[in-house]
């Protein structure tokens, strides 16, 4: 967000809704809570995060293949990966309006602790929390709610036919890194990385896409020799902040949470969360733990199939332990439109003139208009450019603006617009976060030259057409 107009998620939502980002899922249904359908804008800002993740975790390296393995999963597969008993979150009624909590958030945010009674596993509610949403002191004691969706894969819908849809990518992963080692040429430390949705029956869905019970992850399992987990969890977390900085999320609204000993899983050896100031709070982007061999030791001993790494120099055999840096493509979307967000004010005329962040509550100072802009980091704006002929009566210059249009398009997302005045084009691509302005007039019929218009300083310069695509393709690099 800009320094001086604070986005609110209100402004954000709407934004979203009225350009084509994300729509509430299911919306002409009513919707249903916890699903959000990605727009034509919102689909591209999706593919740019997961091509840019791809690109320098798996593309750009000699140590990491990808994978894309099913989403239902052997339901044996979760019960090693400790999800059947494991995978839950403490739910809370309230006996007064009947609603719904998550426990543990509940509590936080009255300032108070989740306790444990006296076996030391079931959890108890502190005394004086209240309901969140009606304020009375009517909460059920919490009940462990698993969150995974459960469906019946065939048929007959007997418990023999139970499985789950997965609540993370990791477990293909683990499951398949036999195949993977004996087909590729991957020779330790390597890693696997995938891409794709993952689903939680999450009690409590909020801030927009935030907290969603269908999402999708960004993860990489980097399996290393046994005693080099603290040299490589410290290399992920550095390469994943560089990354962040990389798709324009600068390093001053990111920030580390390190878990402490006793918020470890037992396995764990060291786990560091990349979070982001969000307008309602700082909140987690990736989780990047150390999870030594606790994945490929539990399927090694619930399939009875050996996973180890043979090194053929030291001729030892043993099983790898693992880094994995876990991503969410939503949040990651949901960081960038915070970020890009911006109320300013710009002068009318489209002359070259600075643009300033608006002043709420102010008048607009004369020859101002008000403006929203989404200030993308090139590599990651939905459409890289947009040409616009300067009138639409005039033939010559459509055709001229269309040719142009029809190149740039083969190679990226790229809008023609043709209806309104020239400063209302600029208004509606600043808003979707459209870099460059390519606008074609009478003198382009002369020499060939157009006017390129920066989205953030709003100049404009004249270049021949034959170097806009250079440009456009320096600009994302
Ligand atoms: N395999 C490890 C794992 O799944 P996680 O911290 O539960 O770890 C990883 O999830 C990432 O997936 C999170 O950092 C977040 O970006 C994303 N994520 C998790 N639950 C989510 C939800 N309900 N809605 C949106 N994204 C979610």
Not at 351 to 377: C, D, I, K, N, S
Request: proline share 7%; glycine share 8%; aromatic share 10%.
């Amino acid at each position: 967000m800009s320094e001086s107009s604070p986005a609110s998620m209100e402004a954000i939502v709407s934004l979203c809704k009225r350009r084509g980002f994300i729509f509430q899922g299911s919306e002409i249904y009513g919707g249903l809570n916890g699903f959000w359908d990605y727009g034509p804008l919102g689909c591209e800002l999706k593919r740019n995060i997961r091509e840019a993740w791809w690109r320098a975790v798996v593309q750009r390296r000699d140590d990491v293949v990808g994978l894309d393995s099913a989403i239902i999963m052997h339901p044996r597969v979760w019960e090693a990966s400790g999800h059947v008993e494991g995978f839950t979150d403490p739910m809370v009624d309230c006996r007064c309006c009947r609603r719904r909590f998550r426990a543990d958030q509940v509590c936080e945010e009255q300032g108070l602790k989740l306790e444990r009674g006296l076996d030391g596993r079931t959890l108890k509610l502190p005394a004086g929390v209240r309901c969140p949403a009606c304020g009375a002191a009517e909460l059920t004691e919490p009940r462990s709610f698993n969150l995974m969706f459960k469906t019946f894969v065939g048929p007959v819908e007997d418990s023999s036919a139970v499985t789950y849809l997965r609540p993370e990518t990791a477990q293909g992963i683990f499951a398949n890194f036999d195949n993977v080692l004996s087909t590729s040429r991957v020779k330790i430390p390597f890693g696997i990385a995938q891409i794709g949705k993952a689903f939680r029956n999450e009690i409590n869905p909020r801030n927009f896409t935030f907290r969603s019970r269908e999402f999708e992850q960004m993860e990489l399992e980097f399996f290393i020799r046994p005693g080099t987990d603290a040299e490589w969890h410290e290399y992920w977390v550095a390469e994943r902040l560089k990354w962040y900085a990389s798709i324009g999320l600068p390093e001053g609204r990111l920030h580390r949470y390190v878990y402490g000993p006793d918020e470890l899983a037992h396995y764990a050896s060291a786990c560091v969360d990349i979070t982001y100031e969000f307008p309602f709070g700082t909140q987690e982007l990736e989780g990047i733990a150390a999870r030594g061999a606790f994945d490929l030791g539990r399927h090694q001993e619930f399939s009875g199939k050996p996973l180890q790494y043979f090194d053929p120099e030291t001729r030892e055999r043993f099983v790898p332990h693992v880094v994995e840096p876990s991503a969410g493509v939503d949040r990651i979307a949901l960081a960038l439109l915070c970020e890009a967000y911006r109320e300013e004010w710009v002068p009318t005329a489209d002359v070259p003139g600075e643009p300033r962040p608006a002043e709420p509550g102010q008048p607009l100072p004369e020859g101002y208009e008000a403006r929203t802009v989404l200030r993308f980091a090139p590599c990651i704006a939905p459409v890289k450019a947009a040409v616009f002929p300067l009138l639409k009566n005039k033939p010559a210059l459509v055709a001229r603006a269309r040719e142009l249009y029809e190149s740039l398009r083969e190679r990226w997302p790229v809008f023609y617009d043709l209806q309104g005045a020239i400063g209302r084009r600029y208004r509606r691509q600043d808003e979707i976060g459209t870099p460059i302005g390519i606008t074609v007039d009478f003198q382009t019929l002369e020499d060939d030259t157009v006017t390129l218009r920066d989205r953030d300083t709003m100049q404009q310069i004249r270049v021949p057409a034959a170097e806009v695509a250079d440009r456009i393709a320096a600009a994302i690099r």
